[in-house]
């Protein structure tokens, strides 16, 4: 058996774990090239103990001599900073997650796949900011790009990739997420705290909020356009409050495939860590009857006016995505933080795309570019809706 060198950008996150989870339960098969972390030393430092990792790479640079001294007598390696973590992406693994949240991931992302191997993708603000930059990097390089994403793993696991032209439309469900039964009045209340506790997964804060808004499931149908090769109108998502469906693929017959299993993303870090093959997990088996019964409805565009705003910026195409996500990365971190109600994150990037329409990116510079700008508009906005 040939032993894969593996590299977990995001390690100490929800889905960095996770991964961890899953490569420790085999630790003949894998080997750990670098783990990455923002801030949680400890939590590294764990990590890479019992992984014996190569490489320890910690974000903040003022936490250098924490990390270092938390991995004394070890060989891993202790670097930090955030140019230390695009080196990371840099060391050629056989196989890298890219679990960084929000468009910090970018970089180390494109890195990864300029470098080659096997990229499992959770980052999807990244592939929403430059999607077709990093669809061409991929290609350039011969690196293969994996969906980590339960929905986009769920198509990926269905769809005839050498015959697309027989698939006429691709669905995502959506738990619909805390809110999904709230009045207008009740989700103009919502806390943080409540906004975070997800009905069926298990997440990090800002893709919990993104849950909430019904924006996570925009950000997908963008992600899904840069992963499948459909024009964006063959994109749908339908609400499913089990979470057990994950996705959908019309066939051209009238046959529609769908993935199932139970909310865990260990499922799909699974399929990527393995593809294209199959590996064991310790998810709980799919049990139907027991659920009884599985329920579809069509999200209310009143209350979640997020996926109304993604849509349309998937149609408009150009640097509207990248608008988008830099907006609402601005929004639900001053959500999260008490400064905005719930509404208004929404709201403010509503604004923001109101007022900012650039050019198309042509440069992983003009994504960045792009973001900064709408990040800046965001601020602006959120000033006068606090004053
Ligand atoms: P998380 O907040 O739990 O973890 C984020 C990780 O990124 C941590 O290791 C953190 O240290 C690191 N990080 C944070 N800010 C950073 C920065 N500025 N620079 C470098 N590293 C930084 O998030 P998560 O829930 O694991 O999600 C990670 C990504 O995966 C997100 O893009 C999310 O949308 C996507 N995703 C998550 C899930 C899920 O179930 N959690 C499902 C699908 C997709
Ligand atoms: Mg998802």
Redesign the pocket.
């Known amino acids: 058996m040939t032993v894969r060198s593996i590299s977990i950008?995001?390690?100490?996150?929800?889905?960095?774990t996770s991964t961890l989870d899953l490569l420790e339960r085999e630790p003949d098969r894998f080997q750990v090239a670098a783990l990455?972390?923002?801030?949680?030393v400890d939590g590294l430092a764990q990590a890479a103990r019992r992984t014996r990792a190569k490489l320890a790479v910690i974000?903040d640079a003022s936490l250098y001599g924490p990390l270092k001294q938390a991995l004394a007598g070890t060989e891993t390696l202790v670097a930090a900073g955030?140019a230390a973590?695009v080196d990371a992406a840099a060391l050629g693994a056989d196989w890298t997650m890219a679990?960084?949240?929000?468009i910090?991931?970018l970089k180390p992302a494109m890195t990864a796949l300029n470098n080659g191997g096997t990229v499992a993708l959770?980052?999807?603000?990244s592939l929403v900011s430059a999607g077709t930059l990093m669809t061409g990097a991929a290609k350039a390089n011969g690196a293969t790009l994996l969906p980590?994403?339960?929905e986009h793993n769920a198509v990926f696991q269905c769809f005839d990739h050498a015959a697309p032209g027989s698939i006429r439309k691709v669905t995502l469900t959506a738990s619909g997420g805390p809110f999904r039964d709230w009045s207008i009045d009740a989700m103009r209340a919502a806390t943080p705290a409540q906004a975070v506790k997800h009905p069926t997964?298990?997440?990090?804060?800002?893709?919990s909020v993104?849950s909430a808004t019904l924006m996570?499931k925009g950000l997908e149908l963008i992600e899904a356009y840069h992963l499948f090769p459909l024009p964006p109108e063959a994109f749908d998502a339908i609400i499913h409050p089990q979470s057990v469906v994950h996705a959908l693929v019309d066939y051209i017959d009238g046959s529609v495939l769908a993935q199932l299993g139970t909310p865990d993303?260990r499922t799909p870090i699974a399929h990527c860590l393995a593809w294209p093959a199959r590996m064991a997990t310790p998810c709980r088996t799919l049990d139907l009857a027991a659920i009884g019964r599985l329920d579809f409805m069509a999200p209310d565009p009143e209350r979640f006016p997020a996926l109304g705003l993604a849509r349309a910026v998937l149609a408009a195409g150009g640097a509207r995505p990248a608008i988008l996500n830099g907006a609402n990365e601005v929004a639900v971190a001053a959500f999260l933080a008490g400064r905005i109600g719930f509404l208004d994150i929404a709201l403010i990037v509503q604004k923001v795309l109101d007022r900012y329409d650039p050019a198309a990116p042509a440069s992983l510079d003009d994504v960045f570019a792009i973001d900064a700008e709408a990040r800046r508009a965001a601020q602006a906005a959120m000033e006068i809706i606090t004053a």
């Open positions: 950008l995001g390690a100490t996150g929800s889905i960095g990455t972390a923002q801030r949680d974000g955030e973590i679990a960084i949240v929000g910090a991931g959770a980052n999807k603000e980590v994403d339960s997964w298990s997440m990090g804060a800002k893709i993104d996570n993303m």
